[in-house]
C-alpha cells in the first residue's frame, strides 16, 4: 500500500474515532490493489459495529479522499467490518467474538 495514503487513513480514522459516535471502533487492516484503484478498510468496535457506522465512516473518508486528491476520479472504496472469515488481530476482539 502507498505508505501516505496507509498513514492518511490511519491518522484520519484515529481522528473521528475520538468523536462519541465512533469512540469504541478501531481499525483493524486497509488494503489497496493499485491494479482496480480500490481501497478496503476493515473497522471493528467494542460494541456492536452496524451497516450506519460503515456507512459514515465510507462518506467521511471518501471525502478526505477526494479532497487530497489521493487516489483520482475512479476508485472504489469499502468500508465494513473484518467479517467471519478474518483472523482476530487484536485482544479486544477476542472479547466480543
Do not use: H
Not at 478498510?41 to 467494542?46: A, E, G, K, Q
Not at 467479517?83 to 476482539?93: A, M, T, V
Amino acid at each position: 500500500m502507498n505508505i501516505n495514503l496507509d498513514d492518511k487513513i490511519e491518522s484520519w480514522l484515529e481522528s473521528k474515532f475520538k468523536e462519541s459516535d465512533f469512540e469504541n471502533c478501531f481499525l483493524v487492516e486497509q488494503q489497496f490493489n493499485p491494479a482496480n484503484n480500490k481501497l478496503e478498510v476493515f473497522v471493528d468496535s467494542d460494541n456492536q459495529l452496524d451497516l450506519r457506522v460503515c456507512t459514515r465512516l465510507s462518506r467521511y473518508l471518501e471525502e478526505k479522499i477526494e479532497e487530497e486528491g489521493l487516489l483520482g476520479e475512479k476508485y472504489t472504496l469499502e468500508v465494513s467490518s473484518p467479517g467471519i472469515g478474518r483472523p482476530l488481530k487484536f485482544k479486544r476482539q477476542y472479547i466480543k467474538n
